[in-house]
Nanobody, 125 residues
Framework: QLQLVESGGGLVQPGGSLRLSCAAS????????MGWFRQAPGKEREGVSC????????AYADSVKGRFTISKDNTKNTVYLQMNSLKPEDTAVYYC??????????????????WGQGTQVTVSS
């Protein structure tokens, strides 16, 4: 059973940076496509970024393109989300998710089988 644990959230000023980590235990992530999602208060959960099982392909929501970078280190069984130039509208609980197989670039939370517990990111001065 794959288990995911996010870390790295916190309070940051507008324009600042954070790096989120999603550490997996159990099976290796070599065969899992991954996604980062976020949910702001009163809003639905939305996809932020996706990465293929190999880590060779990535995709981003328009709202974070050019500011966020997703990466995957299969040797460490960890996925990262580097967030730069943060804005107040990036404030949300961030979740990582995993899906076994070659399909990736999946923006619906229903496509993912495993979820972490979330980490809070607050962008405020």
């Amino acid at each position: 059973q794959l288990q995911l644990v996010e870390s790295g959230g916190g309070l940051v000023q507008p324009g600042g940076s954070l790096r989120l980590s999603c550490a997996a235990s159990g099976p290796t992530l070599d065969f899992y496509a991954m996604g980062w999602f976020r949910q702001a208060p009163g809003k639905e959960r939305e996809g932020v970024s996706c990465i293929s099982a190999s880590g060779g392909s990535t995709a981003y929501a328009d709202s974070v393109k050019g500011r966020f970078t997703i990466s995957k280190d299969n040797t460490k069984n960890t996925v990262y989300l580097q967030m730069n130039s943060l804005k107040p509208e990036d404030t949300a609980v961030y979740y990582c998710a995993a899906r076994y197989g070659s399909r990736w670039q999946l923006w619906s939370e229903k496509e993912y089988d495993y979820w972490g517990q979330g980490t809070q990111v607050t962008v405020s001065s």
